[in-house]
Nanobody
Framework: QVQLVESGGGLVQAGDSLRLSCVVS????????MGWFRQTPDKEREFVAT????????VYADSVRGRFTVSRDNAKNTAYLQMDSLKPDDTAVYFC?????????????????WGQGTQVTVSS
């Protein structure tokens, strides 16, 4: 059973930073690609970033490129999303996801495993 547990969300002001973590268990972490998505009550789940098993070639949504950084530490079975220069529009529940299939996928349907989500709220 693969489990993903996110942490690091919270309430911050515009311009602040947060780092989300996603700890993966139940699967060889170095063999899976990781993705980050976010969702608000009035929108579908939105792609944020993804990183391959090697940690190379991260891919970002246009809305976060240059402000967010995705990374992973395979020794700790953990993926990270460093979020800088946060904006009120970044407010959402953030999910990490894992796939053993297609690498660098933007479509949430390509991910088999999901965390429970962590709330990020950015006030203006």
């Amino acid at each position: 059973q693969v489990q993903l547990v996110e942490s690091g969300g919270g309430l911050v002001q515009a311009g602040d930073s947060l780092r989300l973590s996603c700890v993966v268990s139940g699967r060889t972490f170095s063999n899976i690609a990781m993705g980050w998505f976010r969702q608000t009550p009035d929108k579908e789940r939105e792609f944020v970033a993804t990183i391959s098993w090697s940690g190379l070639m991260p891919v970002y949504a246009d809305s976060v490129r240059g402000r967010f950084t995705v990374s992973r530490d395979n020794a700790k079975n953990t993926a990270y999303l460093q979020m800088d220069s946060l904006k009120p529009d970044d407010t959402a529940v953030y999910f990490c996801a894992a796939t053993t299939g297609v690498v660098l996928a933007r479509n949430p349907r390509m991910y088999e495993y999901w965390g429970q989500g962590t709330q990020v709220t950015v006030s203006s």
